[in-house]
């Protein structure tokens, strides 16, 4: 004998509330629950995106992600002003919500330019990284003005350099490292180990609390963000191996590379920018 579980609206209502909306408005973090949810529509995001590119004939290259990139810089910035209070605390300007305002606004801009295109000679590709760059400047304009720490910002800037020539000499000293022979590798490396470096820096020596629960539940086990290190080692390892091995199609692996880079440059900026505000 099988007895139905009572689902009712109140109940979906409060569990919505308590895994979605809470860790929100409380700022309380993320749960596994959210996390599994926001990764899933990432995903999905992410497939959608690639199908309309490979449809628009554009080619898939790492072109593409500095077309991207500004966008990226400012949504990060964005983000990091709503930290600073500039802008108010709103669904649409912090995550997932930011991810979504800033695909909506690339889209508009590709749109846009496509069908200028049509009627003057311009590059699409140019046009929409200018259009993105003086996006992005028009935050980091903002910005200036409310720099508090400027020797975090010299420290970090110092320590991406020391990163990238980090993995520069592993990549040039262990031809043999075959992971570490191509420039999308490389890429995913540095940016997730400047992200390890600024959340090292906030949480241990600033008091910044890691929100992301993986990341969070360890440092919480170690007592110190300095396991980030050898946490994004092993993940990123793992998953450029399985991308290198059983990704056929080329395409299809560069652009899973560039998603995993933004995933880790986007807090990378907006930590790095929250630390030189004091926000």
């Known amino acids: 004998m099988f007895i139905q579980p009572s689902i009712n609206g109140n109940s979906l209502q409060e569990f919505f509330r308590k895994y979605f909306i809470s860790p929100i408005t409380e700022i309380s973090g993320y ?82 330019t496509s069908y200028l295109k049509q009627r003057i000679n311009i590059e699409t590709g140019r046009t929409v990284f200018i259009v993105g760059g003086i ?4 935050q980091l304009l903002l910005v200036v003005p409310l720099i508090r720490v400027p020797q975090i910002g010299l420290i970090l800037t110092g320590s991406l350099f020391a990163i990238y020539f980090g993995i520069w000499a592993l990549r040039y000293c262990g031809k043999k490292i075959y992971l570490m022979r191509s420039r999308e590798n490389f890429l995913v490396f540095l940016f997730h180990f400047f992200d390890a470096t600024v959340t090292v820096l ?58 995993i880079m933004a995933i880790g440059l ?9 630390l030189v505000m004091g926000a």
Request: aromatic content about 18%; overall charge positive; proline content about 4%.
């Open 266 to 274: 986007v807090p990378a900026i907006r930590n790095y920018l929250r």
């Open 202 to 259: 906030g949480v241990d020596f600033f008091g910044y609390r890691e929100l992301h629960i993986l990341p969070h539940t360890l440092i919480n086990v170690f007592r110190s963000a300095i396991i980030m290190f050898p946490l994004k080692f092993v993940v990123l390892w793992g998953i450029l191996y399985l991308i290198d091995h059983y990704v056929e199609e080329k395409d299809m692996s560069l652009f899973i590379k560039m998603v």
């Open 135 to 138: 996006l992005a400047a028009s």
């Open 31 to 112: 749960n596994w629950i959210n996390t599994t949810v926001y990764g899933i529509f990432l995903s999905i995001t992410a497939i959608l995106t690639y199908r309309a590119v490979k449809k628009s004939k554009y080619q898939i290259n790492l072109d593409l992600f500095l077309v991207f990139f500004p966008f990226l810089v400012f949504g990060s910035t964005v983000r990091a002003l709503v930290d600073a209070a500039v802008y108010p605390y709103s669904y649409l300007l912090v995550t997932p919500g930011i991810v979504y305002t800033t695909l909506f606004i690339f889209t508009i801009s590709v749109v846009l």
